[in-house]
């Protein structure tokens, strides 16, 4: 079954897309966490980090000069962002399609969330 992010770039259903090209889709995040939260994702469906192959490396690639071209964009070049890939359970992963979160727009703080 096709993801849901395969399902925006399909234009099966809407979303605030941000940038697209041949390799590579940006959407505004349905659930922002940050001023600025962007979803970036490859046109090629890989559920996770962990299927990765060397064949991906020009999609995976493109996702940071997406990432450094939509920053410039929403004015948080200079002020700085955060790029966030989850993997599976632990990582926090929800949507099995990879995609890597620009989040930007104030102070981030911390990397990670402190727990005991
Ligand atoms: P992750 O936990 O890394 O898998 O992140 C999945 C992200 O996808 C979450 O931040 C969700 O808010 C976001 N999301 C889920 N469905 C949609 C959607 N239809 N459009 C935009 N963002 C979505």
């Given amino acids: 079954m096709a993801s849901i992010f395969t399902k ?3 234009r099966e ?3 605030d897309i ?6 590579v889709i940006a959407f505004r995040d349905i659930s922002p ?3 600025v939260h962007i979803l970036i994702v ?3 469906e890989i559920a996770t980090v962990n299927d990765v192959t060397a064949e991906d490396e020009m999609a ?5 000069t997406a990432a450094a071209k939509i920053a410039e964009e929403n004015g948080i070049a200079a002020s700085g962002y955060r790029l966030m890939v989850n993997c599976n359970e632990d990582g926090g992963q929800e949507v099995f399609h990879i995609h890597m979160h620009l989040l930007g727009g104030r102070n981030l703080g911390p ?5 005991d």
């Fill in 33 to 35: 966490q940050a001023p």
């Fill in 60 to 64: 995976l690639g493109r996702l940071f």
């Fill in 18 to 23: 941000v940038y697209e090209d041949d390799l």
């Fill in 111 to 115: 990397m990670l969330a402190k727990h």
């Fill in 42 to 44: 490859p046109k090629k």
């Fill in 13 to 15: 259903i809407p979303s």
């Fill in 8 to 10: 925006i770039i399909n």
